[in-house]
């Protein structure tokens, strides 16, 4: 008879890197759409991730990390050093209560709609079109559009986007 892998109460301590969790609970990321046509976190925002921080880890809603990246209404970025400032309201808000949280770093690609760029096409790996019901706009319900295909020497500006935005999210 083989014997029973050891296994840890849920509700223990666990570190994770250099981080120490109060437990090994985490909140899965949830797009909440709060933020506002600034796609600035504010305080509603803080207090919905602090009235969470009991989790031993939050994650939290997908941010953009660039304009080119935004698809969805009044979701969160962090592509500005405002948007990175605002940002820190929710993290203080998190570590009083005890909380660890992390920043979820997006990029709508295909899935964005001409809408939020000013008429120009969504950006994805291919032009392939989502098939499906498609995205609420400033203008509406909107179908999904066939994106343009990026082109491989944008791809250093789009890895640029996310470690600016990972810099941005680490300072706050």
């Given amino acids: 008879m083989s014997q029973k892998p050891e ?7 666990y570190t994770l890197g250099d981080l120490s969790l109060s437990n090994r609970l985490a909140l899965a990321p949830m797009t909440r759409c709060k933020a506002g046509p ?3 976190a504010n305080p509603l925002i803080a207090e919905y991730y602090a009235q969470r921080s009991g989790a031993g880890l939050l994650i939290t809603e997908a941010t953009t990390v660039s304009a080119q990246g935004n ?8 592509y500005t050093d405002e948007q ?3 940002w820190r309201q929710v993290t203080e808000a998190v570590h009083a209560k005890g909380g660890a949280i992390f920043l979820q770093l997006w990029h709508t690609g295909r899935a964005s709609h001409s809408d939020f760029h000013d008429g120009e096409l969504p950006v994805s790996a291919s032009a392939v079109r989502i098939e499906g019901d498609g995205v609420h706009t400033v203008n509406g319900k909107q ?3 066939t994106p343009r295909a990026l082109a491989t020497d944008e791809m250093p500006g789009i890895v640029a ?6 810099r941005r999210a680490l300072a706050a």
């Fill in 84 to 86: 990175g400032a605002a």
């Fill in 161 to 166: 986007d996310y470690a600016a935005a990972a």
């Fill in 7 to 13: 296994t840890a109460p849920f509700f223990s301590s």
């Fill in 38 to 40: 600034e796609r600035l």
């Fill in 143 to 145: 179908e999904y559009e």
């Fill in 71 to 78: 698809g969805y209404l009044n979701t969160p970025g962090i």
